[in-house]
Nanobody
Framework: VQLVESGGGLVQAGGSLRLSCAAS????????IGWFRRSLGKELEGVSC????????YYSDSVKGRFTISKDNTKNTIYLQMNNLKPDDTAVYYC????????????????????????WGQGTQVTVSS
């Protein structure tokens, strides 16, 4: 499985960005694809996840109400619309699979990052200036 992110950049606080993640080599529709982020000096955080077959979504408390995850199964692509961005959202954002619709599932996947479990994109930088 190969995941390629795009859409990061520099934006002022209160602004918006949309991230995209194109997946290739996926053979099973029964999986989730999601977003994780790592801020400088902080641990990897599970941000959002969407089930590619059932559309069930998950959001961390820190982004709930501001970020929206969506999918286009015809393109095997997911999107993360980020509105009302804050300086605390500054991070490298990674697309990854699998993921699950609970904080526990996202925490397990984040913890397994260094082991090579699952598939991860190369990351895209999001910088929010105050």
């Amino acid at each position: 499985v190969q995941l390629v992110e795009s859409g990061g950049g520099l934006v002022q606080a209160g602004g918006s960005l949309r991230l995209s993640c194109a997946a290739s080599g996926v053979t099973n529709d029964d999986h989730g694809i999601g977003w994780f982020r790592r801020s400088l000096g902080k641990e990897l955080e599970g941000v959002s996840c969407i089930g590619m077959s059932d559309g069930i979504t998950y959001y961390s408390d820190s982004v709930k109400g501001r970020f929206t995850i969506s999918k286009d199964n015809t393109k095997n692509t997911i999107y993360l619309q980020m509105n009302n961005l804050k300086p605390d959202d500054t991070a490298v954002y990674y697309c990854a699979t699998p993921c699950g619709p609970t904080s526990q599932a996202m925490g397990v996947m984040a913890a397994l990052y260094s082991t090579g479990f699952g598939s991860w994109g190369q990351g895209t930088q999001v910088t929010v200036s105050s």
